[in-house]
């Protein structure tokens, strides 16, 4: 993959947007607060069919 490659030629993820499809996706868990984008930027509930991606429970 030429990890170390990208690295030196300036390339480190930065601007990136990843994209999670998922069940349920816990936005204010603490290992994912500080990088999850605002409630209504992006996200897609195809469960509820609206945009708050978390699940309908606490799971934590």
């Known amino acids: ?4 490659e990208a690295w030196q030629s300036g390339y480190n993820g930065s601007g990136i947007i990843v994209s999670v499809v998922d069940e349920g996706l ?5 290992d994912l607060d500080a990088n999850v ?24």
């Open 26 to 30: 816990q936005t204010d868990h603490s």
């Open 37 to 60: 984008r605002d409630m209504f930027d992006g996200h897609y509930d195809f469960v509820d069919s609206d945009s708050d991606p978390n699940p309908p429970f606490n799971l934590g």
């Open 1 to 4: 993959m030429k990890i170390v």
